[in-house]
């Protein structure tokens, strides 16, 4: 059981899934950097100086050692941002390879 186990981790695909889930892990932090410290800046400046990660809406204010309820909606807009623009670079990517992939098969135009 143990040499099939080894055979299976062995396999390419098993190996191209784990780099894929490192870069994406990497990729993923980059994503956040970006719109939290390059991004949202700029759109806040543009729109008044807001800071979208402290946007809320609180629905009980904090009483005592009772922290406040509140609807944390910038966090959700970064979250956005941050899953647009990693769509937007995956749909680059995959152009791209569909580019490469089918450029060769496509006889030139004459």
């Given at each position: 059981m143990l040499s099939e ?31 939290e410290d390059i991004i ?71």
């Amino acid at each position: 059981m143990l040499s099939e186990f080894r055979a299976f981790i062995a396999q390419g695909n098993v190996l191209d899934l784990a780099v894929g889930i490192i870069i994406g892990a990497a990729f993923g932090k980059i994503t956040t950097s970006l719109v939290e410290d390059i991004i949202n800046p700029i759109l806040g400046l543009v729109i008044g100086g807001i800071d979208f990660s402290q946007l809320k809406i609180v629905l009980k204010e904090a009483v005592g050692t009772t922290p406040e309820v509140a609807i944390r909606y910038g966090n959700f807009l970064n979250v956005l941002i941050q899953f647009l623009v990693i769509a937007w670079v995956v749909f680059l990517i995959v152009k791209a390879a569909n580019r490469a992939r089918f450029s060769n098969s496509i006889p030139p135009k004459e």
